[in-house]
Structure formats: structure tokens, C-alpha cells
């Protein structure tokens, strides 16, 4: 029979394994959906193209057929990368399945699955909220960018003829405008918008997929270890990754329940503490726990107070810094948004 320390080690090594490999999943399903978005970028380009005229512009005549392609066009994206998540959120589940007390015990990753689709964010919004508004921005991003390219440019071009009938010189804007009609140049465009630009949409998806597949983890990874017999809480980590103080230094060095700097019980961990986070949670074992970690209890407030401006700002916010500084923040409102402070505080 094994001992408490080969068991707890056995344990630990399970934990980080499964870890590894669940960002592996993360990043491969992440590489996924952006070969997802890429498909889509070749289909509006193959559209574009059919519908280009031999100067190479596309006529404003085809966005009368365009909402209806796109509409078809966006159902099968959406179904794509949504299976894309679907498979990455089961996949991590059943990483956690070494962790549990009995690996065989059944419907682990269906009740996670279930719990992570009616879990609600801080901001009120459920995954299925997170998706649809993904969905959306695609939408609006290919048609803002196609249709006002299509109609700017038609518009440039009867300018340009209307000069020239004058014998007039064509001035060079509106030369680019006509140049950015071309389908080509359109479907470049319509790709970057999609992929690259600031807030794109690929981005958003992206950044939904990785904070629920850390979230998928964390939440089944929690509560298998807790059905190990002498498991008293987790321990927040930052990642060696950790690019800046933010909140998630609060979170890891603060001893808020008396149990050591960044150790909660079960329930009580603050993961993700925000979206794409890189820190990760480990185990903790009851005789971990010291006298001096009971004796060293405190609050975030009292944390934050031994931490100096610029890092209180870091994770306050300047304006709610500033605030605290002062004495007029209320430790409920730590959290909160600046928006919430400023209209109890009438600023």
C-alpha cells in the first residue's frame, strides 16, 4: 500500500500532467478555430470573386444576393468553431477523470458541461451570451466591411466619370477608393478585418474559447481533487508567464481565509480571475496548514493597504485607487466597476 507521501506525490503528478495537457488542447483548439475564421475568409473571397466584373470591381447590384449567402455562410462558421469548443471543453473534462476518488463514477463530464453552459459571469452573461455575441461581430464585421467597400467604391467611380467628362483630373483619394472596390482588394480586407484588426472577431472567439476551456478545467479539476480524503483547499499560482501585477497578484498572495497567501477553500477560488488568465490552481493537504497561516487571516482591503500606490492602482484602477487612498472606497465596491463606484459616489 502506498504511503501519504507517494499518494499525495502520485496525486500532484497527476495534476500537473493533466494540466500540460490541457493547455496543449487549449492551443490546439484555439489553432482550430482560426483555421475556422480562415475558411470563412476564403469563402467571402470566392464569392467576391465570382460576382467581380473584368475591370476587377465588384457591382453594387451583388449585395442584393449578399445577406442571404451570408447568413448560410455564418450558420456553418458558427457550427463549425462551436464544435470546435463543444469538443475542447469535453476533451479537458476528462483530463480531471485520474484526479476523482473513483475515475469510473459516470456523468463527471456531463454535469461540468452542464454547470459551465448555465454558469453566469459577473456581467451577467452565459456562455451561450458570449457566443451569440462573437457570432454577431462576425457578422457586422464582414458586412460593414464588404458592403461599404462595394458602395464607396461605385460612388468613387461615378465621381471619376463625372470628372473626366469635364476634362477634369481625378484626385488621388478617389483613385484608392475605386482601387479598395476591387474584389481582391475587398476579400484582403475583409480577412484582416475578420483576423487581424484591432478587437477582430477571430480574437473574440478566441478569447472566449480559452478562458472556458481554463474555466472547464479549473471547475472539474476542483472538484474531483476534493473527493481525495485529506485535500483542504487549492492554491492560486501565478504563471511564470505572468506579464504584469494585476489582480491576479491579489488573488495568489493574499491570505483571505486563514489558510495561507493564495490558498481557498473549496468554492470559495477566484477562477478564472480573468479572461485568458495564465495562473493555475494546485492542491493543498490538510497538515499544509499552519498555526501561522490561521494567525495571519486578513481582507483584500488590508492587503491592498500594504501594497504601494502603483500596484493598488494596477488593480483598482486609478480612479478607484485613488478612491481607496482616500477611505471613500467600500470593500465591497473592490470589485466592482468604476461605473458602479462613480454612481453611488454621484461623480
Request: charged share 25%; proline share 5%.
Amino acid at each position: 500500500m502506498a504511503t501519504t507521501a507517494e499518494r499525495r506525490e502520485r496525486i500532484r503528478r497527476a495534476i500537473a500532467a493533466a494540466r500540460v495537457e490541457a493547455i496543449r488542447r487549449r492551443e490546439g483548439a484555439a489553432a482550430a478555430v482560426q483555421g475556422v475564421y480562415g475558411r470563412l475568409a476564403d469563402q467571402l473571397a470566392d464569392w467576391l470573386a465570382d460576382r467581380a466584373l473584368e475591370d476587377g470591381s465588384v457591382p453594387p447590384e451583388a449585395l442584393a444576393a449578399f445577406e442571404p449567402v451570408l447568413d448560410q455562410l455564418l450558420a456553418e462558421h458558427a457550427r463549425r468553431w462551436g464544435r470546435e469548443l463543444d469538443q475542447a471543453l469535453a476533451g479537458v473534462l476528462d483530463l480531471t477523470r485520474p484526479l476523482r476518488a473513483d475515475p469510473l463514477a459516470p456523468n463527471h463530464v456531463e454535469r461540468t458541461l452542464r454547470w459551465l453552459f448555465d454558469y453566469t459571469g459577473s456581467d451577467g452573461l452565459q456562455l451561450s451570451d458570449r457566443i451569440w455575441r462573437v457570432n454577431r461581430a462576425t457578422k457586422d464585421t464582414i458586412t460593414r466591411t464588404i458592403q461599404n467597400a462595394i458602395i464607396r467604391g461605385d460612388t468613387a467611380r461615378q465621381a471619376a466619370q463625372r470628372l473626366i467628362a469635364e476634362g477634369k483630373a481625378v484626385p488621388a483619394d478617389v483613385k484608392v477608393t475605386i482601387r479598395n472596390a476591387a474584389g481582391q482588394v475587398i476579400s484582403r480586407h475583409t480577412r484582416e478585418a475578420l483576423m487581424a484588426g484591432e478587437g477582430n472577431p477571430l480574437r473574440n472567439a478566441l478569447r472566449v474559447m480559452r478562458t472556458e476551456i481554463n474555466r472547464a478545467f479549473t471547475e472539474s479539476f476542483v472538484s474531483s481533487v476534493f473527493e481525495q480524503e485529506d485535500v483542504a483547499a487549492v492554491k492560486f499560482n501565478l504563471s511564470p508567464l505572468h506579464p504584469r501585477f494585476d489582480v491576479c497578484d491579489l488573488h495568489a498572495r493574499a491570505n483571505l481565509h486563514g489558510m495561507g497567501p493564495g490558498v481557498y477553500p473549496q468554492g470559495k477560488h477566484p477562477y478564472p480571475a480573468h479572461p485568458e488568465t495564465l495562473s493555475f490552481l494546485t492542491v493543498v493537504f490538510n497538515d499544509e496548514i499552519t498555526d501561522e497561516d490561521r494567525a495571519g487571516q486578513q481582507t483584500p482591503a488590508d492587503w491592498l493597504r500594504g501594497q504601494p500606490a502603483q500596484q493598488q492602482d494596477a488593480i483598482l484602477g486609478k480612479n478607484k485607487g485613488a478612491l481607496f487612498r482616500d477611505g471613500r472606497l467600500q470593500e465591497s465596491e473592490l470589485f466592482a466597476t468604476w461605473a458602479q463606484v462613480r454612481a453611488r459616489i454621484g461623480e
